[in-house]
C-alpha cells in the first residue's frame, strides 16, 4: 500500500503563513490559527507544504489501510481558505444558515475572507466539529 503524500512534519508554521502573499489572507490565517488552537488547545503543526493541522487520530479505510491524520485543520489556498473538519460537513443546520458566505466539500469548508463569515459562528462550528472528533476517536 502506498504512503499519503500529506505528513506531519516539522516544518515551521508561522513562517508557511508569514510567507503568504496577500496580505488579508495572511492575517485571516493568523486569526484561524489562533482560533484553532484556543479550540482545539493542540499547537498547530504542518502537514505537507501547505496545510497546518491540530492533533492526529488514527482511522482504517473499509480496505484495511490504515493512517494518521489532523484532527482538524486548515490551509490557506488561491483564492480561499479551506477549513478541513474531519468529521465532514454535515454540521447542524442551524449553523451554517448562520455563518454566511461559505462553500463546502467532502470533509472541506470553504471561506474567502474571515469578513464574509460571522466569527463567532465560525467558532461554533470548529467547536463542533472538535466535539464530533473527540466523540468518533476519543484521545
Known amino acids: 500500500m502506498s504512503e499519503p503524500k500529506t505528513k506531519l512534519n516539522d516544518a515551521s508554521v508561522v513562517k508557511f503563513l508569514a510567507s503568504i502573499e496577500n496580505e488579508q489572507q495572511r492575517?485571516?490565517?493568523?486569526?484561524?490559527?489562533?482560533l484553532m488552537k484556543a479550540i482545539t488547545k493542540e499547537e498547530p503543526k504542518m502537514w505537507g507544504d501547505s496545510i497546518i493541522g491540530y492533533g492526529t487520530y488514527h482511522y482504517v479505510y473499509a480496505s484495511g489501510k490504515e493512517a494518521d491524520w489532523m484532527r482538524i485543520g486548515f490551509s490557506p489556498r488561491k483564492g480561499k481558505i479551506s477549513l478541513y473538519l474531519m468529521c465532514g460537513v454535515e454540521h447542524?443546520?442551524?449553523?451554517?444558515?448562520?455563518?454566511?458566505?461559505?462553500?463546502?466539500?467532502?470533509?472541506?469548508?470553504?471561506?474567502?475572507?474571515?469578513?464574509?463569515?460571522?466569527r463567532d459562528v465560525l467558532k461554533e462550528l470548529i467547536e463542533s466539529a472538535v466535539n464530533k472528533m473527540n466523540e468518533l476517536y476519543p484521545q
Do not use: A, V
Not at 27 to 34: A, H, T, V, W, Y
Not at 92 to 112: A, H, M, W
Open 92 to 118: 447542524p443546520q442551524e449553523i451554517l444558515d448562520r455563518i454566511g458566505k461559505y462553500k463546502t466539500g467532502k470533509s472541506c469548508f470553504y471561506i474567502n475572507k474571515l469578513r464574509d463569515i460571522d
Open 27 to 34: 492575517k485571516d490565517s493568523f486569526d484561524i490559527l489562533e
